[in-house]
């Protein structure tokens, strides 16, 4: 229910939203963040919302469970997910493992690179911070759309085809437009909290301007893990991360070979195109202080602030100076001399600087109360509340899929399921360095070296000399392996365990013992030796037509399956 | 992928779908809460209000076992009516993509998300109790010679599953 449709008139130049009649809109991703409090039984999500047309032009509709209460929320939330909660792809590089002799330390040369008809049900009417909101239900799309119209929301005449579904199924609607005077600026997150604990996306509402593999970037925090319910689950194969370009100072270990953006979207492909990767699972407390500190001066110190300049040192040390909502709120209660602006000077440069312009500043009357009064509606809070929920409840889940529009058909919905194992983490790789064996002792950089995955797996490799010598990487070397995405796609529900649908684990396991067998880096050797490097592994023993041959085969029957990605 | 809207076709309490059908394909077809052949004639459906709010809705597994072509996409088409009265309940009509499951139970079976079975028009009371018949049709995209059909006659029951 909660990706919206932006709705913008057929003149809009660009659009950010979720919908637009022109042309799809580049998207970074749909971010939503369900706060599901079961002791009250409800739910409060929030959505971000992002538009680049002009104010006018935007409007914003979303079907929802019932009538459900308004507020607004903090874009600062979603970085902090990121941050705290999001993808990890980490690399230890251990120095003191092994003996390697430091002393002739060398770096050889590498070539690397790294209105009216019949009316709707008007259910509420309201003003919140920049936005004009309404909850509507009606009994036709006309009816809906008509009186949006009439209401001033800038509707596209495409759009009562995409509503007909949510009309006809009984749902309510939320509406947003800009208020008289706010600006694009002024968009800031939503939260709408309705009764029950059920959390789904209306994503066939997307469908009509999303474009393809839309990245949408799910949070839950509640009690316990949740999971997809009406979508797979996937795990990722390990194998197939990027490990290797982080290791700056290592080039010729290799680089990006896939994105973990490409990675994932060809587990999901492997996953049948509906399926969600779970990035994190385990303590909120991840959390804690990222979206409000404990120890921030209160409103209060902001509105005592005799100056702006005191006004702009308290936001600071309350450390929201950077909130997008400040500048639209700068700008309404200290507004810029129209004969600055007339001199070239920019909001940027006024808003940036008060010193530079104290004369100017000083000759605006500043109403620090009111003031403080909208920093604290539209920002603290917001902050206050979300972090709030944070520090109570006890669980958050981070999950991410990607989607094209025509795979826009099934609305996800997302249940917590306590009885599964609730941490999941994608721990760090290990990239060794085996600095000795039963014979010898190896320099740092003529040291076969072994990458140890986060499942377990360990795949051993030649030494850094080995590779810089014959013009390769780590990461080139492990591409001649088969290339799957998914280690296991999962059938999961609000209880029980599950049903595992695909399996590769046993699999992988084969093609690492096979590798290591067949490249036995690991054996004494002289520096320069030059095991035998295929770029199609030979056959592993007790397979008919060779394991590795066949898995081959598999992984590229599914690539070949999964063809929408590249 | 390629997915696809198929238009609407066939109509509420049609005779099997492909009577002469071989062994494999074969479709199933798992009701909310159940295992894949818990739905069989006179068991219940569980429907319920989605979370997103709207018309009642019955989410179900499918799954089907046939040739590879139907890793190809598939046009899955449900349709369902009160046995009684005749009147439709239920049209659903979506493509997806399957993947083919290497383990457990399900090896071998082809495999995707839930389908959503949605009753617009109706409330969870006029639903309570009544008789659903319902046929759902997969057919592979890259071969419509290639359908499977599962049919079933339950009914519906608000309470949870």
Redesign the interface.
């Known amino acids: 229910?909660?990706i919206a449709l932006l709705l913008l008139s057929p003149d809009a130049l660009a659009c950010g939203g979720f919908f637009c009649n022109t042309t799809p809109v580049a998207q970074t991703g749909e971010d939503v963040l369900f706060v599901v409090d079961e002791a009250r039984g409800e739910t409060t999500v929030h959505v971000k919302i992002t538009y680049a047309g002009e104010a006018p032009d935007f409007a914003w509709i979303v079907?929802?469970?019932?009538i459900p209460e308004l507020r607004l929320s903090t874009a600062a939330v979603f970085p902090a997910l990121t941050a705290a909660a999001g993808p990890s792809v980490r690399t230890v590089v251990p120095w003191e493992a092994g003996s390697c002799d430091m002393s002739n330390w060398e770096r050889p040369s590498t070539n690397g690179d790294y209105l009216s008809p019949p009316a709707p049900q008007v259910v509420s009417q309201d003003e919140l911070g920049p936005y004009e909101t309404v909850v509507l239900r009606a009994q036709s799309t006309a009816e809906l759309t008509d009186w949006l119209r009439v209401s001033g929301y800038d509707l596209p005449p495409s759009l009562d085809a995409v509503l007909a579904?949510?009309v006809?199924?009984?749902?309510?609607f939320v509406a947003l437009k800009l208020a008289s005077g706010a600006s694009v600026g002024d968009l800031q997150p939503l939260a709408v909290r309705y009764a029950?604990t059920?959390?789904?996306?209306?994503i066939r509402l997307t469908a009509l301007a999303a474009t393809p593999d839309l990245p949408v970037r799910v949070a839950v925090l509640a009690q316990a893990r949740a999971v997809p319910?009406?979508?797979?689950h996937a795990t990722l194969d390990p194998l197939r991360l990027d490990w290797w370009s982080q290791l700056t100072t290592w080039t010729y270990v290799g680089g990006a070979t896939a994105s973990f953006a490409s990675v994932l979207g060809q587990a999901i492909?492997?996953?049948?195109?509906?399926?969600f990767v779970t990035h994190y699972s385990g303590r909120a407390g991840v959390m804690s202080g990222r979206v409000w500190s404990a120890g921030a001066p209160d409103i209060d110190a902001l509105a005592a602030a005799q100056t702006p300049l005191e006004a702009r040192d308290v936001l600071q040390s309350m450390g929201v100076s950077a909130d997008a909502p400040l500048a639209s709120i700068w700008a309404t209660y200290l507004p810029m001399p129209e004969s600055l602006a007339l001199e070239g000077v920019t909001p940027q440069m006024f808003y940036g600087c008060f010193e530079c312009f104290e004369a100017e500043v000083a000759a605006i009357p500043f109403d620090a109360p009111a003031f403080a009064a909208a920093v604290d509606e539209r920002i603290v809070t917001p902050r206050q509340q979300l972090q709030e929920a944070f520090d109570t409840l006890p669980w958050l889940t981070t999950l991410e899929t990607q989607l094209?529009p025509?795979?826009m058909?099934?609305?996800p919905?997302f249940a917590l399921n306590p009885d599964l194992p609730q941490e999941v983490e994608l721990g760090p790789a290990v990239w060794q360095h085996l600095c000795a064996d039963d014979r010898r002792d190896f320099s740092w950089m003529h040291a076969p070296t072994r990458i140890d995955l986060p499942d377990g797996r360990s795949y051993d490799l030649p030494s850094e000399a080995w590779l810089s010598e014959h013009d390769t990487t780590a990461s080139g070397l492990l591409e001649t392996l088969p290339q799957r995405s998914v280690s296991t796609?999962e059938?999961l529900?609000?209880d029980g365990p599950g049903?595992?649908?695909?399996?590769?684990r046993a699999l992988q396991l084969e093609e690492m013992a096979w590798w290591n067998d067949t490249h036995p880096w690991r054996e004494p050797q002289a520096p320069t030796s030059t095991p035998s490097v295929t770029a199609e592994p030979a056959p592993v023993s007790g397979c008919d037509s060779g394991a590795p041959t066949g898995a081959l085969g598999l992984g590229v029957a599914l690539l070949a399956?999964?063809?929408?990605r590249g | 992928m390629r997915v696809l809207l198929i238009g609407a076709a066939g109509c509420a309490g049609a005779a099997p779908l492909d009577p002469g059908a071989p062994p494999e394909p074969w479709l199933e077809l798992a009701p909310p809460g159940g295992a894949f052949g818990d739905l069989v004639d006179g068991s219940s459906l569980w429907c319920g209000i989605p979370p997103q709010g709207g018309a009642p809705y019955s989410p179900i597994g499918v799954r089907a076992r046939g040739p590879d072509v139907l890793g190809e996409g598939v046009a899955i088409e449900a349709i369902g009516a009160d046995p009684d009265s005749g009147e439709p309940l239920v049209y659903v009509a979506l493509a997806l993509a399957w993947v083919q499951a290497n383990v457990g139970d399900a090896a071998g079976a082809w495999v995707g998300p839930e389908v959503h079975l949605r009753y617009d028009g109706q409330s969870l009371d006029d639903l309570a109790g009544r008789e659903l018949f319902l046929v759902v049709r997969a057919t592979a995209l890259a071969d419509p010679a290639v359908v499977t059909s599962f049919e079933v006659t339950t009914t519906l029951d608000p309470s949870e599953p």
Do not use: C, K, N, Q
């Open positions: 229910m909660w079907p929802v469970a019932g579904p949510y006809a199924e009984g749902s309510y029950g059920g959390m789904s996306i209306p319910d009406s979508y797979l492909d492997e996953a049948s195109g509906h399926a094209s025509e795979e058909t099934v609305d919905t796609v059938d529900g609000a049903v595992v649908l695909i399996d590769h399956l999964r063809r929408r």
